[in-house]
């Protein structure tokens, strides 16, 4: 699966953005999309996930602010990015995940990423 990300971009604390992430083939035949993203310095952390099954669990420091979504007729899956804060700094990634035990076992397909920057 090939994804490419976009929407990102300088934005001041408390503002918003939406990031896109497109990816080459069908997302019905995609078990699980993610969001990540990696600030400088730090590890990759997961921000979002959304599954087949509907289930979309979001990390403590984004619950209530961003929330992930699935477009299946353009194949897309976009992350909504409410309230921002500069602690949000990081590039974002997407990845996808065709089959359940390869999301078991970390496996994916990743974009190459796009920068989000909040400040004032």
């Known amino acids: 699966v090939q994804l490419v990300e976009s929407g990102g971009g300088l934005v001041q604390p408390g503002g918003s953005l939406r990031l896109s992430c497109a990816t080459s083939?069908?997302?019905?035949?995609?078990?699980?999309m993610e969001w990540y993203r990696q600030a400088p310095g730090k590890e990759r952390d997961r921000v979002a996930v959304?599954?087949?099954?509907?289930?979309?669990p979001y990390a403590a420091s984004v619950m209530g602010r961003f929330t992930i979504s699935r477009d299946y007729a353009k194949n897309t899956v976009d992350l909504q990015m409410n309230s921002l804060k500069p602690e949000d700094t990081a590039v974002y990634y997407c990845?996808?995940?065709?089959?359940?035990?390869?999301?078991?076992?970390?496996?994916?397909?990743w974009g190459q990423g796009t920068q989000v920057t909040v400040s004032s």
């Open positions: 990845k996808a995940t065709r089959t359940y035990s390869d999301y078991v076992a970390g496996n994916g397909s």
């Open positions: 959304i599954n087949s099954v509907g289930g979309t």
């Open positions: 083939e069908n997302t019905f035949n995609i078990y699980a």
